[in-house]
């Protein structure tokens, strides 16, 4: 069992910046990767990106145009999102997933909240 906590989420203004973290805890060295994913009001989940646990390579979502960037910090298995110049339309709750390797299986957080005022 994996076990994920999104934090970081809150009110920003357009133009600002907000980073957001996932915390994994549990049968962690099960994790393939992590993306983090946003799902607007009324819309489907969409992936932002995924970061690859094993050599820390990052694959992101085609929509995406370089205003967010995935690292980690190892020791804290924590996985951020640095979310920049986010614009109103970047509303929506925050989910991390997690992989598990060879396997369908996955594991969500409850999401975080983030709200981009005009």
């Known amino acids: 069992q994996v076990q994920l906590v999104e934090s970081g989420g809150g009110v920003v203004q357009a133009g600002g910046s907000l980073r957001l973290s996932c915390v994994a805890s549990?049968?962690?060295?099960?994790?393939?990767?992590i993306g983090w994913f946003r799902q607007r009001p009324g819309r489907q989940r969409e992936l932002i990106g995924l970061?690859?646990?094993?050599?820390?390579?990052?694959h992101y979502g085609d929509s995406w145009r370089g205003r967010f960037t995935l690292s980690r910090d190892n020791a804290a298995n924590t996985v951020f999102l640095q979310m920049n110049s986010v614009e109103p339309e970047d509303t929506g709750v925050y989910f991390c997933?997690?992989?598990?390797?060879?396997?369908?299986?996955?594991?969500w957080g409850q999401g975080t909240q983030v709200t981009v005022s005009p």
């Open positions: 997933n997690a992989q598990i390797h060879w396997s369908t299986i996955d594991y």
């Open positions: 549990g049968s962690t060295s099960g994790i393939s990767s």
């Open positions: 970061l690859y646990t094993a050599d820390g390579g990052t």
